[in-house]
């Protein structure tokens, strides 16, 4: 059963463009969030974070939203870059200060010069 | 110094081998964790240490044994692998429960 969800297994972008990757999640105990991009090879490096007090969280082209009504985040990356290529997983932890991280499956975006 | 580092990068051996992986990490992080990744899926937790002591165990075999000498280095001792356990083994670490820090990982080939 899986938990955190990324319905989209890739998405192509134009340089420039905005890329939006989504992840929805099932369990209402999660209350903080955060995206991870893993090059081929390398191991995933922290991206940005939300908090489920919070519904939006920016951090310069990256930027995390959450819906928590639709158990449901985003991650827009304005504007694209190619080095912005990687795969990108969603990962989620519950209240009570868990040490555990729930991961989608990952989502491969290539962006296009 | 934000880095997490691991050793070997890559690991061949057999199924009769005993052998280790390394992690270090100079953050001053509580928190240790075992991950493992097979090909175009997620991370999955194996084991987490915080302040040194084991804290979760994903109900990994015996045939994985971590162990925490100090703050600072994490070990994942190895012994009568299968094949399927052939993976990317990744070492994180962190400061609060959320976020945390990866090293680059080492492939492990199980022959």
């Known amino acids: 059963d899986q938990q955190v969800k990324q319905n989209s297994p890739s998405l192509s972008v134009q340089e420039g463009r905005i890329s939006i990757l989504n992840c929805d999640y099932t369990n209402s105990m999660f209350d903080y969030f955060l995206w991870y991009k893993k090059y081929p090879a390398e191991g995933p490096t922290f991206l940005i974070s939300?908090?489920?007090?919070?519904d939006k969280n920016e951090d310069g082209r990256f930027t995390v939203f959450l819906n928590k009504s639709a158990k449901h985040l985003s991650l827009h990356i304005v504007p694209s870059q190619p080095g912005d290529s990687a795969v990108y997983f969603c990962?989620?932890?519950?209240?009570?200060?868990?040490?555990?991280?729930?991961f989608g499956k990952g989502t491969k975006l290539t962006v296009n010069p | 110094d934000t880095e997490v580092t691991q050793t070997p990068k890559h690991l061949v051996m057999g199924m009769t081998n005993k052998k280790s992986l390394k992690c270090e990490q100079h953050?001053?992080?509580?928190?240790m964790y075992w991950y493992k990744q097979k090909a175009k899926k997620p991370p999955e937790l194996m084991f987490v240490?915080?302040?040194?002591?084991?804290?979760i165990n994903e109900s990994v075999p015996s045939r994985f044994s971590p162990e925490c000498p100090n703050s600072s280095l994490l070990n994942l001792h190895l012994h009568a692998l299968q094949p399927e356990d052939s993976a990317l083994y990744l070492c994180?670490?962190?400061?609060?429960?959320?976020?945390?820090?990866f090293g680059p990982g080492t492939r492990l080939t199980v022959t």
């Open positions: 939300i908090s489920s007090i919070k």
């Open positions: 953050m001053g992080h509580r928190a």
């Open positions: 990962a989620a932890s519950a209240q009570g200060g868990s040490e555990k991280l729930v």
């Open positions: 994180a670490s962190s400061q609060t429960p959320h976020e945390q820090y």
């Open positions: 240490y915080s302040y040194e002591k084991l804290s």
